[in-house]
């Protein structure tokens, strides 16, 4: 594989959920399986340790698996690859950057250590070293607040000096900081969620990180598609259907106090597209098969493009 750069980091990633068995291990087979499903549907990368990715709750033997697994079922579709690489301190994530350098991810995808907010000489220390321990492979910054710490456009700015390997940048936070943050760093390929990817778009976005690629993978890819060519008359339509998803659609499983891993295996599994099932670690709150029932009940009444010849 093109080694992954600015020019190749773009379009609809997958971020994958993981697939547990019913005693909360790693279910290899259906992983694997799921990863290369989202390969072969066109996906322009696949990333583990997100949020969706609970990267939080795998020991260092289950991260290894799952960015092995990932890496080998993503080869036959010469697809890249990002190793999500967060953790709690500076040592933790660097060694969670030997193994994915080891098993051949092509990125890494880092967050700012997240118990305990971190100074900006802290934030600057930090990406310096996990930097150098990630040698020449690129870097992509995890913008959120969930680290305690929020990432201005100046703070950004200077992590990026810190760390020139940096090359893209997951942007969570209010919209209206996007156009500043992206004028301040051209260099980073700016990745968002997917219901503001037009109006990103029109400001100098370049993708999304997508846990609705795997809800309709064939719409997401049109929809990004269109996005990329400035079509935005074409996809008002869908993107007003993304947000009602992501406001109405949801709205019981947020009143359920579910959180990104059990809402995004719900999409995983509505249209029967994933194999990962609805278990996430606990103590977080997963899905029912009655959830996912009332969310494509409400596809069908709400979202037409969504469940078009389903």
Same mark, same amino acid.
């Not at 698996?65 to 010469?78: E, G, H, P, Q, Y």
């Not at 990026?160 to 942007?171: E, N, V, Y």
């Not at 249209?271 to 899905?287: K, N």
């Given at each position: 594989?093109?080694?992954?750069?600015?020019?190749?980091?773009?379009?609809?990633?997958?971020?994958?959920?993981?697939?547990?068995?019913?005693?909360?291990?790693?279910? &290899?087979?259906?992983?694997?399986?799921?990863?290369?499903? %989202?390969?072969?549907?066109?996906?322009?990368?696949?990333?583990?340790?997100? @949020?969706?990715?609970?990267?939080?709750?795998?020991? &260092?033997?289950?991260?290894?698996?799952?960015?092995?697994?990932?890496?080998?079922?993503?080869?036959?579709?010469? @697809?890249?690859?990002?190793?999500? %690489?967060?953790? @709690?301190? @500076?040592?933790?994530? %660097?060694?969670?950057?030997?193994?994915?350098?080891?098993?051949?991810?092509?990125?890494?995808?880092?967050?700012?250590?997240?118990?305990?907010?971190?100074?900006?000489?802290?934030?600057?220390?930090?990406?310096?070293?996990?930097?150098?321990?990630?040698?020449?492979?690129?870097?992509?910054?995890?913008?959120?607040?969930?680290?305690?710490?929020?990432?201005?456009?100046?703070?950004?700015?200077?992590?990026?000096?810190?760390?020139?390997?940096?090359?893209?940048?997951?942007?969570?936070?209010?919209?209206?900081?996007?156009?500043?943050?992206?004028?301040?760093?051209?260099?980073?390929?700016?990745? =968002?969620? &997917?219901?503001?990817?037009?109006?990103?778009?029109?400001?100098?976005?370049?993708?999304?990180?997508?846990?609705?690629?795997?809800?309709?993978?064939?719409?997401?890819?049109?929809?990004?598609?269109?996005?990329?060519?400035?079509?935005?008359?074409?996809?008002?339509?869908?993107?007003?259907?993304?947000?009602?998803? %992501?406001?109405?659609?949801?709205?019981?499983?947020?009143?359920?106090?579910?959180?990104?891993?059990?809402?995004?295996?719900?999409?995983?599994?509505?249209?029967?597209?994933?194999?990962?099932?609805?278990?996430?670690?606990?103590?977080?709150?997963?899905?029912?098969?009655?959830? =996912? &029932?009332?969310?494509?009940?409400?596809?069908?009444?709400?979202?037409?493009?969504?469940?078009?010849?389903?």
């Amino acid at each position: 594989m093109a080694t992954l750069d600015y020019e190749r980091l773009h379009g609809i990633w997958a971020g994958l959920p993981v697939a547990w068995n019913e005693s909360l291990d790693l279910d &290899e087979d259906a992983y694997a399986a799921d990863v290369e499903a %989202c390969c072969r549907a066109g996906a322009h990368g696949v990333y583990t340790g997100g @949020t969706t990715g609970e990267f939080y709750a795998q020991d &260092e033997q289950t991260f290894r698996r799952i960015v092995a697994l990932t890496v080998s079922a993503a080869r036959a579709t010469d @697809t890249p690859v990002q190793a999500g %690489c967060t953790a @709690t301190s @500076t040592r933790l994530v %660097c060694r969670r950057i030997e193994i994915a350098a080891e098993l051949g991810a092509h990125g890494i995808q880092i967050a700012l250590p997240f118990w305990l907010a971190v100074s900006d000489a802290e934030a600057l220390s930090f990406v310096k070293d996990v930097a150098a321990a990630a040698g020449n492979l690129p870097l992509i910054l995890y913008k959120t607040d969930r680290s305690k710490r929020h990432i201005d456009a100046n703070l950004a700015r200077r992590l990026r000096d810190a760390a020139p390997t940096l090359i893209g940048c997951k942007f969570t936070g209010p919209q209206d900081d996007l156009r500043e943050f992206i004028e301040a760093l051209p260099e980073l390929s700016v990745f =968002v969620g &997917e219901p503001s990817l037009p109006d990103a778009a029109r400001v100098g976005a370049r993708g999304s990180y997508s846990s609705l690629f795997y809800l309709r993978p064939d719409y997401m890819l049109r929809y990004y598609h269109l996005c990329e060519q400035r079509r935005f008359d074409e996809v008002a339509p869908m993107q007003s259907e993304l947000k009602r998803l %992501c406001d109405e659609g949801i709205r019981h499983l947020r009143e359920k106090g579910m959180m990104d891993s059990g809402i995004d295996r719900v999409f995983a599994t509505a249209l029967g597209f994933l194999r990962c099932g609805l278990r996430c670690q606990p103590p977080y709150v997963h899905a029912t098969r009655d959830d =996912v &029932e009332t969310l494509k009940a409400w596809m069908r009444n709400h979202a037409p493009l969504l469940m078009e010849g389903r």
